[in-house]
């Protein structure tokens, strides 16, 4: 992905924040990203931790959720922590996902997912789904398994909130 969409997703997402009255501090140290996520952000009456995630695709037909980020034979010996993001990171609260269109950058939709809910509620999550859809990517750090999970059942469970939807983008839920 291009540092200038990331860096312009971040800014905006921050910038949102700041409007808000939240005061953010970026975790620097490795072990805190992996478990805790990007960003802690300091309400008066409240602080959780969010991670960021931008994609340069909207899956129409859902959230992209990474299980394991590696799956090939023996992940865990040559890739420390290969479990996804999901399972990673434990102490994050919210999940803000970004995505823009390759070919020009334009940001198409910004939402922000109750990742500690999605946790807590995941056997129902999932129960829901009857068969869930898996997605596969061979790209990274190796073959990638992630379940998709609907617009429509996050928004149901009430795990998700719109924060910015491009008028040339349809409806998802």
Known sequence: MRQDIQDGFEHYVLEDLKQKGCKTTQYRDKESQLTKGDYRCVYPDRDYNLELKCFHKVW?????????????????????NSLGWFYNLIDCHYLVVGYHDQTDGTFLLCVEVDLKRLRNEWDEVVGFLGSPRFAFSPKGFGSTVNIVIPWKTLDEFKLLSLMFKHEALPALW
Not at 61 to 79: F, K, W, Y
């Open 60 to 80: 129409s037909d859902g959230l992209c959720v990474e299980l394991i980020q590696d799956s090939t034979p023996l992940a865990h010996t040559t890739q420390p």
